[in-house]
């Protein structure tokens, strides 16, 4: 409400100057001068190399348009989160009111993303996800200003139950960090594989960014389950990765997993990675030319193998520059550039996806398998995938 009333008079007020001429200048100034796109993302801890595989993806979706947003240039900024939720604010505000940027891009953490969403709702900024899950955003947070290339935490976990039943595994363990992704990764999973009939016999967690998971590997030894599934992420998904196989846990209970726990990781986490199966909306072998020319550019371009934040980070390049082309660099025309926003199909390596009516991705969710250092795709576990946006109401009748 605050958001939309703020956004409205600001177009108002510059409608009426604009009528009385006052304006004019400063508008043919702002037009031609250069579009202010801000990174706020993490460049240190654990999820600093999601930080980076984002903005290069962003860049590089946007220098193959062109390197211009609506013939406009580009001003670039960037700030590291250090996925710390209690400076969110601080440092949204900091891209906002300091560097004056038009879109802020951000961020990976679900906490931090809190922090944005409170500016963005505050000031009508721009926000474009290129990963933070938080159900919030999408849901009773949601805001006109506020649109997510990525995933709600909870879509890649509701594509996880049914597969692992298939399976005749009945019952697992949960294993997660404890803060918003973890939780509602575990709510997915929760609904999908109660619901397939199978049993979750012990949750367990620790706090963000803790990465001493010896005690709890000792714990999944003595509760001998079919299956251990479980929401990691970043560098500290490689060390879970290999910790669980020198537990001697491996080749015992298969492991499961929202797909952040395999990606950007494989090199790091090395054999022990090999056979574990995750749901997620991306896989490295997707055999479509849109994938094979994305996966050649980004290794050619960034001497790296892309994985899902890459991706994240080009549709978030391409829906920028696709809704700044669609109002011809005009930033400043709301209406009109939320409304392309939200009717872009966007060609995704992972596949075409188009926006939910609470700004978040219609997707389908992959089954993949870890095969030779990479996440083969085994099938697809759930077509389009909507996530409920509850308690948004933004594009209700
Ligand atoms: C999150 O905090 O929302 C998140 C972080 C890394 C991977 C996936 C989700």
């Known amino acids: 409400m605050t958001t939309r009333r703020l956004v409205l008079s600001r177009g108002a007020a510059i409608v009426g100057a604009a009528s009385t001429g006052l304006l004019l200048p400063g508008i043919v100034r702002a037009q031609s001068s250069r579009i202010r796109v801000g990174f706020m993302l993490p460049y240190t801890g654990t999820y600093s190399q999601l930080g980076v595989a984002i903005e290069n993806g962003v860049r590089m979706a946007i ?100 597969p692992m039943m298939d399976r005749g595994l009945k019952k697992t363990v949960w294993i997660t960090w404890k803060y918003a992704a973890g939780d509602e990764a575990f709510e997915g999973f929760r609904d999908s594989y109660t619901k397939a009939g199978g049993t979750i016999v012990k949750e367990l967690g620790l706090p963000f960014p803790n990465v001493e998971f010896q005690a709890l590997l000792t714990e999944i030894a003595s509760l001998r389950p079919d299956a251990v599934a479980c929401f990691f992420a970043g560098g500290a998904a490689a060390k879970f990765i290999r910790d669980y196989a020198a537990a001697g846990l491996k080749d015992k209970i298969p492991l499961w997993g929202s797909g952040f726990l395999t990606e950007g990781v494989l090199e790091a986490a090395g054999p022990a990675a090999e056979g574990i199966m995750t749901t997620m909306h991306y896989a490295d072998s997707l055999d479509t030319p849109r994938n094979h020319q994305f996966r050649t550019a980004y290794a050619t371009q960034f001497k790296m193998q892309p994985d899902v934040y890459a991706v994240q980070g080009y549709d978030t390049g391409l829906l920028l520059a696709q809704g700044a082309a669609a109002v011809k660099g005009d930033m400043g025309n709301k209406q009109a550039l939320y409304h392309a926003l939200e009717t872009q199909t966007i060609d995704s390596p992972r596949g075409k996806w188009s926006m939910s009516k609470a700004h978040n991705p219609i997707q389908d969710i992959y089954l993949r398998r870890v095969e030779n250092k990479d996440n083969k795709v085994i099938g697809i576990a759930a077509k389009a995938l909507s996530d409920s946006g509850a308690g948004c109401k933004l594009g209700a009748a």
């Open 63 to 162: 220098a193959e348009q062109g390197g211009k947003l609506g013939g406009r240039e580009i001003e670039w900024f960037k700030l590291d989160d250090e996925s710390e939720p209690s400076k969110g604010v601080e440092n949204a505000n900091r891209l906002v009111q300091r560097d004056k940027v038009d879109v802020l891009i951000g961020t990976v953490h679900s906490g931090v993303q809190m922090g944005i969403q409170r500016v963005a709702r505050e000031t009508g900024v721009l926000n474009l996800i290129p990963n933070a899950g938080a159900h919030a955003a999408t849901r009773a947070l949601c805001a006109p200003n506020v649109f997510r290339t990525s995933f709600t935490n909870s879509q890649p976990t509701l594509a996880l139950g049914k």
